[in-house]
């Protein structure tokens, strides 16, 4: 009698999994879709990312580090096409989109490098701890997430590792620019962009953790 307990809880617990599972890629998508609209809000100075993008820089200062540092907040668009093809795709593969995906992952990570070297330079005009910050966030995630995806490749599979590298390359960029800009001045208005990057900050260090510690091997996180 006791042995029938396991295999009428069992169903239970593997449909709580699933719906658990599946509120969290819910989330996870209104997240990136907030990081699509973000794109276009102003991050400071009444500057947005496609501003930046664009050379619509206040004073007419746009230069190629405004260029780099906003081209990788429209990762969030390739990341919001992972998320849409993951609910309807049960078994997502090595397909060419994953091969496209990874070289801008690898252009968007040289970008962020790139953003870096007049900190690294000690030529940005901040103070020693956001130069501190800039480089420990933007080159210390990009390459703690590559060396992790390297020596464990076997553990993850194409699916995760795009998301995971993704992931990895917008946060570099994103936490660079919170601390570079946050002290900037203006309203509230003008800096909305700034505010929501903040907030969707934090789940997205959420899943890039349980993606690079906690994930089953080779599972597909969709």
Request: charged letters at 10%; hydrophobic letters at 55%.
């Amino acid at each position: 009698m006791g042995s029938n307990i396991p295999s009428t809880a069992e169903p239970a617990v593997r449909l709580n999994e699933g719906l658990l599972g599946r509120m969290v890629r819910i989330a996870m998508l209104l997240v990136w879709l907030s990081a699509g609209l973000a794109v276009f809000l102003p991050f400071a100075f009444d500057t947005s990312p496609w501003n930046a993008v664009t050379l619509h820089v206040p004073g007419n200062q746009g230069n190629w580090w405004h260029v780099l540092v906003g081209a990788p907040f429209f990762l969030a668009y390739p990341m919001i096409w992972l998320r849409l093809r993951g609910f309807y795709s049960p078994h997502p593969g090595n397909g060419p989109g994953l091969r496209l995906l990874a070289g801008i992952i690898v252009l968007s990570a040289l970008s962020t490098l790139a953003v870096q070297t007049p900190f690294l330079l000690h030529l940005a005009g901040t103070s020693e701890w956001q130069r501190l910050a800039v480089l420990s966030l933007g080159s210390g995630t990009l390459i703690a997430t590559a060396l992790i995806l390297f020596f464990h490749r076997r553990r993850f599979s194409a699916w995760n590792a795009s998301v995971a590298a993704l992931n990895a390359a917008y946060l570099a960029n994103a936490a660079l620019c919170l601390v570079v800009y946050s002290g900037a001045a203006g309203s509230l208005a003008s800096r909305s962009g700034w505010f929501v990057t903040m907030g969707i900050l934090w789940p997205m260090i959420l899943e890039l953790g349980w993606l690079l510690f906690l994930s089953p091997r080779n599972a597909y996180l969709r």
